[in-house]
């Protein structure tokens, strides 16, 4: 047990239908593992959706409410109701704002996760220069949208489109992120350090070291996720996001109730 570890505020249950337990699991096992706090953050409900894959439904929302009460219930650990609401250009006129109004959240966590980059992996011949610069391009604009909209708190995976282990030259990725950075920073919003990556093609974690730079020269707030799909997931790599942070320079991280944010030692 490591009780210096923060808060995770990235966490899926098996209402996402592509993860598995239930959110008094993940609190138990953050307990275990030394960590203070969570947030449950599953995928919020699409439209004219009724056979989601990796989202609940909008008939399970309440149950999902109901989940997070027994976990909170319970006291292992502090349990946050948060949601992930991806970012799709056709739900930003009143689904997400509806939704988002059904509930006193805590945290939302805005994300993409469309585009070739999910499944496009190192050595296929599609990911030519000019693919992989327009595929990047694309992704940072959307996540630019995204902070601009006003509707989320944190940004999650900020540099995804790197997950199958496909980088953008150096040159590039100076030039387009920092516009998405500051509209994030405009926004008043966090970026998490995501954990997955550390288990995904990209073999680090979700922002770069660069972009960490980038952002704390922008004094824009980090918070940790683990992205967990899997209650033995919680807090995973941590220990190595904290040298990660603390090389970039960051002392405090960001925390929320109720969708307020303030800034807390870690």
């Not at 999902?64 to 992930?84: K, M």
Request: hydrophobic share 40%; aromatic share 8%; with cysteine.
């Amino acid at each position: 047990m490591n009780a210096q570890l923060p808060a995770d505020y990235h966490t899926h249950t098996r209402l996402c239908r592509h993860a598995g337990g239930d959110p008094i699991d993940y609190a138990r096992a953050a307990a275990a593992r030394g960590i203070p706090e969570i947030a449950c953050t599953d995928h919020i409900p699409f439209p004219n959706d009724p056979h989601p894959s990796i989202r609940m439904t909008r008939a399970e929302l309440d149950a999902y409410f109901e989940l997070v009460r027994q976990a909170q219930a319970a006291n292992f650990c502090t349990v946050l109701l948060g949601i992930e609401a991806d970012y799709q250009r056709d739900l930003v006129n009143g689904h997400i704002q509806s939704l988002l109004d059904l509930a006193d959240f805590d945290v939302v966590l805005g994300s993409l996760h469309t585009g070739p980059f999910w499944d496009l992996s190192p050595g296929d011949p599609a990911a030519t220069p000019e693919f992989v610069e327009q595929m990047n391009r694309t992704y940072y604009l959307r996540m630019t949208e995204l902070a601009r909209t006003g509707l989320y708190d944190v940004c999650a995976h900020f540099d995804i489109v790197k997950r199958t282990g496909v980088r953008a030259p150096e040159a590039l990725l100076a030039e387009i992120v920092p516009p998405a950075l500051d509209a994030v920073a405009a926004a008043g919003m966090a970026i998490e350090i995501n954990t997955s990556g550390y288990d995904h093609g990209a073999a680090e974690a979700y922002p770069a070291p660069q972009i960490l730079a980038w952002m704390n020269a922008r004094g824009i707030p980090i918070t940790f996720g683990s992205d967990s799909h899997d209650p033995t997931q919680i807090g995973r790599h941590f220990e190595k996001a904290i040298e990660l942070a603390r090389a970039a320079g960051y002392t405090r991280r960001a925390a929320f109730r109720r969708r307020q944010k303030t800034l807390v030692p870690f």
